[in-house]
Nanobody, 124 residues
């Protein structure tokens, strides 16, 4: 099973930027489509962005389109989430997800692995 480790979270003011990274190990990275999800306190985990196996297709939640960019570097076994113009409602734990079957654009039993999450806090 692929292992995922996120990093890059932190505290940022509204309007600021952060770049999250998710490094994978244990399996061939290009065998997995990747996604980012987030979960705010007392809310369900929700889809943020996803990218196909070699990066030719990307998908975004309406709430983050234009502001967030997902990318991957198969040579480094890493997926990134560049987050610009952050808003306070973006405060959440951000999770990386991997699927060998589908592009993870929603919560699914086809997601093989989850990372442990990285906290993003956007202050007003």
């Amino acid at each position: 099973q692929v292992q995922l480790v996120e990093s890059g979270g932190g505290l940022v003011q509204a309007g600021g930027s952060l770049r999250l990274s998710c490094v994978t190990s244990g399996r061939t990275f290009s065998n997995y489509a990747m996604g980012w999800f987030r979960q705010a306190s007392v809310k369900e985990r929700e889809f943020v962005a996803a990218i196909s196996w070699i990066g030719e297709s990307t998908y975004y939640a309406d709430s983050v389109k234009v502001r967030f960019t997902i990318s991957r570097d198969n040579a480094k076994s890493t997926v990134y989430l560049q987050m610009n113009s952050l808003k306070p409602e973006g405060t959440a734990v951000y999770y990386c997800a991997a699927s060998s079957v589908v592009v993870p654009v929603g919560l699914s039993n086809d997601i093989d692995s989850w990372g442990q999450g990285t906290q993003v806090t956007v202050s007003t």
